[in-house]
């Protein structure tokens, strides 16, 4: 099992740019969301998706978009990088058990710097 | 809305010392709290869990915390630091209002502590 992956680990885009950061699971997990990191604030959710097909925003998603067309995978897409963006960007995944909340589990991050 | 304090954003402790770090609560509803830990440059593992049974809980690494109601309170402690306890610590609150088939799983998390440990 590799767990969760995201890729790439780091990049820098210039302000307008668009990208993906992409994420993967291979543990069959239904719950899928984005989080950012930035110093003295914790991790914020981005938006999340409890399926294949299904997806919500967080907390804070203006700038984002995901989409989940399978379970395995859940990018998160730039419209156009603002310099507000950067930040550190951690992908997670959890079974869905509809009553309690199942332990997430974490990807090793994209640092992503926009200039 | 629920939310996360942590106390400290840095707390710094010598090798064998107790470590305690802070954390406090608010929710409407019954919360289910974790602990996560975050090493320089990974991503976060979980610690521990509440989620309505017992209300001292065991994690990890000689981690545990202790769930008081009357206090809105979540604290962790390890009795001795080691130098590997060097790291950032989360705590994140996922309430009961949260658990619908539609948005189950959400977790809001606190400003996290840096935990030093001294030699």
Sequence with gaps: NAGVTQTPKFQVLKTGQSMTLQCAQDMNHEYMSWYRQDPGMGL????????????????VPNGYNVSRSTTEDFPL??????????????????YFMGGTPETQYFGPGTRLLVL | AQSVT????????????????????SSSVPPYLFWYVQYPNQGLQLLLKYTSAATLVKGINGFEAEFKKSETSFHLTKPSAHM?????????????????SSNTGKLIFGQGTTLQVKP
Excluded: W
Excluded at chain 2, 6 to 25: D, F, P, W
């Design chain 1, 44 to 59: 914020r959710l981005i938006h999340y998706s409890v399926g294949a097909g299904i997806t919500d925003q967080g907390e």
């Design chain 1, 77 to 94: 897409r730039l419209l156009s990088a603002a310099p507000s963006q950067t930040s550190v960007y951690f992908c997670a995944s959890s």
């Design chain 2, 6 to 25: 942590q106390l400290g954003s840095h707390v710094s402790v010598s090798e064998g010392a107790l470590v305690l770090l802070r954390c406090n609560y």
């Design chain 2, 84 to 100: 590997s306890d060097a790291a950032e610590y989360f705590c994140a609150v996922s309430g009961s209002e949260y658990l619908s």
